[in-house]
């Protein structure tokens, strides 16, 4: 009769004593750390691997075992290093990630980094990015991230939202902004260009007078404008809460429609933020609040030409 195998052996062969009991080493509370995150995911692939591994052919279940154990390096490694790290070939992995519904092994890399995204924090997703990035290839990386911010925030628009929001800007009578940390910066840019093509905005930031001492002063013809990225400053959010119990309108900036900010504003903006350093992308955003204020400067193209010329006028010795 043979002996039975401890199960565990299959994916920790270096972590178990001679009594086949699981030693806590580095790597391995590492890897258990990171597989209590994604335990309660839904339909996420490491389940399905977990369904399936037993009746895999035994290259694609020395595969999948590799994967189940390192699946958060996958998403910065080659099909190539995969291969050669799991002992098998690279047709092999694309074999196993169709096989796991997948249209081959750079989709079921994306499926993992949203996984990492959604479940990791952001030093944590810091601390597995960054450590094969180097020289050139950090501006590649980077380049890359904020171009794929870019692409979401195309895709995801809604031309309707964007058209309402134009609107309420164009109608307001004053415009204030406000947001803290890295959003403290788009509620500052968003105020400038908006001043530029003439609309009346103001930035709310701490000064002799509370930020909620400022906003008191607002009409029901003015709008806020609030920026809110993770980690939500509960501030801003208390900010927004008395703004909406004034009855002043709220446009809202976040990463997701369900952002704590949402339940606050009268028109929502998401915005991928996702970055490789643990603060948020801005990219994306800039873009868009770069493009809310081009589409008002040009159905006014006209008279805010003459107004600019006539400034500039004024303003040229105080430019080289």
């Known amino acids: ?67 189940y154990q390192k699946w958060h390096e996958v998403p ?37 980094k949203e996984e990492i995204k959604e479940k990791l924090s952001p030093t944590e997703r810091f601390r597995l990015t960054t450590k094969n990035i180097k020289g050139k290839k950090s501006l590649l990386k980077v380049a890359e991230q904020e171009i794929k911010n870019i692409n979401k925030l195309l895709i995801s628009i809604d031309e309707e939202l964007f058209e309402k929001a134009i609107k309420e800007i164009e109608d307001a009578k004053k415009i204030f ?24 905005a103001h930035c709310l930031y701490e000064s002799d007078v509370p930020v909620e001492e400022q906003i008191t002063s607002m009409r029901k013809k003015d709008i806020l404008i609030i920026f809110s990225f993770p980690p939500y400053s509960r501030y801003t959010l ?36 996702e970055n490789i350093l643990y603060t948020n992308s801005v990219s994306a955003i800039s873009a868009l609040i770069n493009a809310i204020a081009t589409e008002i400067a040009l159905k006014n193209k006209e008279v805010l030409a003459e107004r600019i010329e006539k400034k500039d ?4 010795k105080f430019y080289y």
Request: charged share 25%; hydrophobic share 45%.
């Open 1 to 67: 009769m043979t002996a039975a195998i401890n199960p565990l052996y299959l994916f920790f062969p270096k972590d178990l004593d001679e009594g086949g009991e699981l030693v806590l080493t580095n790597d391995l509370f590492t890897f258990l750390y990171l597989s209590f995150i994604i335990i309660f995911m839904e339909n996420n692939f490491i389940s399905e691997i977990e369904k399936r591994i037993e009746n895999l052919p035994r290259r694609k279940r020395q595969l999948a075992a590799f994967i």
């Open 76 to 112: 910065f490694t080659s099909i190539g290093e995969i291969a050669k790290k799991a002992g098998v070939s690279t047709a092999t992995v694309t074999r196993l990630a169709r096989e796991l519904d997948f249209e081959g092994f750079q989709d079921l890399k994306n499926k993992i």
């Open 177 to 200: 902004t406000f947001g803290m940390g890295i959003s403290s910066i788009l509620s500052h840019l968003i105020a400038y260009l908006l001043n530029q093509i003439e609309k009346e």
């Open 238 to 273: 208390d900010i927004a809460s008395l703004q909406k119990k004034m009855g002043i309108k709220i446009i809202g900036f976040s990463d997701n429609k369900f952002a704590p900010l949402s339940k606050f504003s009268d028109l929502l903006f998401v915005v991928p933020s």
């Open 313 to 316: 006028k004024i303003l040229k």
